[in-house]
């Protein structure tokens, strides 16, 4: 159980385009869904916390007109990076959790390629 | 300050062999403390985690310690295998949040 999901897991774009990456939690109800990224040889750091329903919060730092998060439902979150250039490129985690409960399980990423 | 100091940054074990790894904190406010293993290319798994009214949790071949009064944790697998190698992050959560934060990571190598 608790499986999470995400698509694309790889992802090359050109400087200027936009890009979405979904989330998933594919056999629960995720109220909170958190998006992370990751650079080689680094810790996680996290981006933003999104309840289903309303706005996410963004970490100090991370701009949230740039990485936009919509939580529509309780199974999917998704992250677009618009008009990403190659400092954008990085390694993108998710993760989701159940209500009342501070256990996160994490998607297996999408490594976004910006040339 | 919400940090979480993880040491040692690198750590080659031979099979069979005991690995720790250490944490320490600051933020008193922390009530969660997870490990995390995350092979090359995927997404972090559970591996275990404890709250600070428990001073040792075991599971398996893996077993969390915890100091509050030094704020520090550690997990230390038993009987380490090759399979083991990856890297490991800790993480503290704080009370009334559900956020993670991470330590820096540490990568352990298990050789046979």
């Known amino acids: 159980g608790a499986v999470v999901s995400q698509h694309p897991s790889r992802v090359i774009c050109k400087s200027g385009t936009s890009v979405k990456i979904e989330c998933r939690s594919l056999?629960?109800?995720?109220?909170?869904m958190f998006w992370y990224r990751q650079f080689p040889k680094q810790s996680l750091m996290l981006m933003a916390t999104s309840n289903e329903g309303s706005k996410a919060t963004y970490e100090q730092g991370v701009e949230k007109d740039k990485f936009l998060i919509n939580h529509a439902s309780l199974t999917l979150s998704t992250l677009t990076v618009t008009s990403a250039h190659p400092e954008d490129s990085s390694f993108y985690i998710c993760s989701a959790s159940l209500a009342q409960q501070e256990t996160q399980y994490f998607g297996p990423g999408t490594r976004l390629l910006v040339l | 300050q919400q940090q979480v100091k993880q040491s040692p940054q690198s750590l080659i074990v031979q099979k069979g062999g005991i690995s720790i790894i250490n944490c320490a904190y600051e933020n008193t406010a922390f009530d969660y403390f997870p490990w995390y293993q995350q092979f090359p290319g995927k997404g972090p798994a559970l591996l275990i985690a404890i709250r600070p009214d428990v001073s040792e949790k075991k599971e398996g071949r893996f077993t969390i310690s915890f100091n509050k009064s030094a704020k520090q944790f550690s997990l230390h697998i038993m009987d380490s295998q090759p399979g083991d190698s990856a890297t490991y992050f800790c993480a503290a959560s704080p009370r009334a949040t559900n956020k993670l934060i991470f330590g820096t990571g540490t990568l352990l190598a298990v050789q046979p």
């Open positions: 056999d629960f109800q995720a109220t909170t």
